[in-house]
């Protein structure tokens, strides 16, 4: 069994920094992905947006920690948005209730 990859592309604006994810966020990929938002949080942004139309894949221990980075984030006083959901992804927010926890925005 191959590992499941996790690209991370960060592009930074003067007032917000943009996260692209693409493939699997999983138990094995989510210390990468909290390590580069909590860099980010040091000298918090306006916004941090997660560029989710790559994302493939999001387990539970994905979910748990994106809505940990979103309690962070909103302690740095900045806000943390998802930003093109997926259907799946959409629905798995449903199903557990995380969708009121997590700012979803519908435009990148």
Known sequence: MERPELSITVQRAPDE?????AGEIDVLTVTELST???E????PPTRIV???AGVTFCDSQGLG???VLSRKAQH???LL???NVGDFLMRVLDITGLRSALMI???A
């Open 50 to 52: 997660l560029d989710m």
């Open 17 to 21: 920094v943009v996260i692209a994810l």
């Open 65 to 67: 920690t994106l809505v």
């Open 40 to 43: 980010l949080l040091a000298e």
């Open 105 to 107: 925005s519908s435009t």
């Open 36 to 38: 580069i938002v909590n």
């Open 81 to 83: 948005a998802l930003a």
């Open 76 to 78: 740095a006083q900045t």
